[in-house]
């Protein structure tokens, strides 16, 4: 069956940074127009082509092309199936396009996966132009949905962990497919597949050209706000470290230079780090690296291992300066362990992201103040702000849809309004939605636009490639924090 898996431009803006299957995407000069590889995508195109298929991707996002091209190559190139990851903030968008694509080819079968499919799933169907939903990991179960539309007949009706409409063209919602519990068996994802046309730009990547990886699923937290935890299940589970180092070898062969990881929480296991760490020198890799991490996931003999195997940044869910406000969306971290971990990569020379956000349960004005004043105090390289938003499959959006049901699949929010606008935050802030999206830009104004955190910056760069980056970067922040475009 010849399938096509789609990355859809956007009408809202030229970077979604839509990579991550669990949701919580974001975009636009906010994010200083950072761009991802769609590894996560690739990956399941991968599955499908190991499985006989003829699998292709397509970054029309990344190529910046129009809807009617890619109607275009639909109908010159005769795919019959096309699958698309969305999310909340994309969904009512991505099924408009879907239903475009069905119009020019009325037989084309569309399934979409992600977060919205997982928690909505009813609401999702419903949309026009979506034909099948897969619900949490996508790898197993569009392997075996494709596989039961490429027999004909009704054997997709039996595939667990989908949805679809019946005859009448109601939804009907299939029992849950089991989790993938080896994450070892799934494939290197094939990156020969993403065009030769597109380089991705990531100011905070050192080295090009870079891709992204996983070696996790899940993350130990179960903050209110969050859909990772509830997506991937009670546990983290792992690849082991040497699955994570052949990948990495086998990206260097590719000619990649750095690996930027999209685990929630790479540092999880402490042994596991240390064996991957341990690999990169035996196998005298020569790559550089960024993970994420939790505050209280990190201490001096991991960070020092880190650094000498190549990792030059982290990302912290730092979200507050306040610990009250920590404690109202179960953060499970203290003020002080962030203090810490951002102290001990100081002292290792490691570049740290601090992602913070405002509009929490309990937020008030001098809450936000004392979150600033803390970030600046710590110190980070980078920051990005956001406002508390309650996605669909979060205890936050299960509180608040309680008591005002009109939130209803969430979808409102879309990706031109997240993050620099509130979305149900009155019932549980004092701040107005015009307080909280003056409060972001003058945010970034206060971070960025310090003459001690510039003049830094212009003694690190140390050549012509990271000059570029950096500019295109700090432009995109400060026009985003002078303006209220995206």
Wanted: glycine share 6%; aromatic share 8%; with cysteine.
């Amino acid at each position: 069956m010849k399938t096509l898996t789609l990355i859809p431009p956007s009408k809202h803006s030229k970077n979604v940074a839509r990579d991550l299957v669990y949701g919580c995407w974001c975009k636009g000069k906010r994010i200083a127009g950072i761009q991802f590889p769609p590894v996560s995508q690739l990956l399941v195109t991968t599955v499908l082509k190991e499985a006989g298929h003829d699998a292709h991707l397509l970054d029309a996002a990344a190529l910046q092309m129009t809807l009617d091209e890619i109607k275009q190559k639909i109908v010159q190139e005769k795919f019959d199936v096309i699958q698309m990851l969305t999310s909340t903030m994309t969904v009512v968008e991505d099924a408009e396009i879907l239903h475009e694509l069905k119009q020019a080819k009325p037989e084309l079968k569309t399934i979409v996966t992600g977060s919205q499919p997982t928690f909505m799933p009813q609401a999702t169907l419903a949309r026009d132009g979506i034909d099948f939903i897969i619900m949490r990991e996508q790898e197993d179960i569009c392997r075996s949905l494709v596989d039961a539309l490429a027999q004909g007949g009704e054997e997709y009706k039996n595939v667990p962990g989908i949805g679809y409409k019946n005859e009448n063209g109601d939804p009907v919602i299939n029992p849950p497919a089991p989790m993938i519990k080896d994450l070892d068996e799934l494939p290197f994802a094939d990156r020969a597949m993403l065009s030769e046309d597109v380089d991705y730009f990531n100011p905070i990547v050192k080295r090009m050209p870079f891709t992204t990886m996983f070696t996790t699923r899940g993350c130990t937290a179960k903050c209110t706000y969050c859909t990772s935890p509830f997506f991937y299940g009670e546990k983290v589970r792992f690849r082991s470290a040497q699955k994570v180092v052949d990948e990495m070898e086998y990206c260097q062969n590719l000619g990649y230079r750095e690996i930027f990881f999209r685990d929630e929480l790479f540092t999880a296991s402490k042994k596991r780090v240390m064996d991957i760490c341990e690999g990169i020198k035996e196998r005298r890799l020569d790559l550089t690296w960024i993970c994420s991490s939790r505050v209280n996931n990190v201490d001096d003999e991991m960070l020092a291992a880190m650094k000498e195997a190549g990792c030059h940044l982290i990302r912290f869910g730092v979200e507050s300066g306040v610990q009250e406000i920590l404690d109202n969306v179960r953060k499970d971290i203290t003020v002080e362990e962030t203090r810490r971990a951002l102290e001990l990569c100081h002292k290792y020379n490691i570049d740290t992201h601090a992602h913070c956000i405002i509009g929490s349960p309990g937020e008030t004005k001098e809450t936000i103040e004392q979150t600033l004043e803390f970030v600046i105090d710590i110190d980070p390289t980078i920051i990005t702000f956001g406002i508390t938003t309650p996605y669909p499959g979060t205890p936050l959006f299960n509180e608040v849809a309680k008591v005002h049901p009109e939130i209803g699949d969430g979808s409102q929010m879309d990706i031109s309004r997240l993050h620099t606008d509130t979305f149900f935050n009155q019932f549980f802030t004092e701040l107005s939605n015009d307080e909280m999206s003056k409060e972001i830009r003058r945010i970034y104004r206060r971070f960025y636009l310090r003459p001690s955190y510039i003049w830094k910056w212009l003694k690190r760069i140390d050549s012509l490639e990271e000059l570029k980056r950096v500019t295109l970067a700090g432009a995109n922040v400060i026009d985003f924090s002078f303006s209220w475009s995206e």
